[in-house]
């Protein structure tokens, strides 16, 4: 049985993401990094500043690290100070985005409104943008991965996205 989520992006000034379980309970708040923010989403398709999107879910401490990268973005995710998963998106390759987790590489497929993480097998994180507001995902991940993962790689995907 999957584990699902909602996610907002650019939920108000002070959070960039807010998370919320199925039942729209509020699990965590991702506070906004206003200058790197601010610079990114003008001018994060050239270069991305780098920055770090912090929360904490189930007792874990999980840590988006952005960083700079010309034409693309990058990311290392952590859960309790261990990197667990890095995410890379190249502007001009095919697939654009490719995640290594536990050594695994992983593709990434998006389209308008919608992103997949899976492997050779099967999706692992399916993430869709809501109908009437287009700032709401709701995010599915699959058993094999743990949520505070999979809303890792989430962030660092939409973040990538957004830019």
Do not use: C
Not at 38 to 58: A, D, E, M, R
Not at 108 to 117: E, K, L, P, Q
């Amino acid at each position: 049985m999957a584990t699902k989520f909602n996610v907002s992006v650019d939920a108000s000034f002070r959070d960039k993401f807010q998370i919320f379980d199925e039942n729209e309970h509020l699990l965590a708040k991702v506070p906004t990094n206003l200058a790197s923010d601010f610079f990114n989403i003008f001018l994060g398709w050239l270069i991305n500043i780098p920055q770090t999107f912090t929360f904490q879910l189930n007792q874990q401490s999980v840590a988006v690290s952005n960083h700079p990268k010309f034409l693309g973005a990058s990311a290392t995710i952590n859960v309790n100070q261990q990197p667990v998963a890095q995410l890379s998106r190249q502007r001009k390759n095919v697939p654009p985005f490719t995640v290594e987790l536990a050594g695994q590489p992983l593709t990434v497929t998006t389209n308008s409104g919608y992103f997949a993480v899976h492997d050779s097998k099967r999706k692992l994180i399916v993430a869709k943008r809501g109908s009437h507001n287009f700032d709401r995902y709701s995010v599915v991940i699959a058993d094999e991965i743990s949520p505070a993962v999979g809303l890792g790689i989430t962030i660092a995907v939409l973040s990538a996205i957004k830019h």
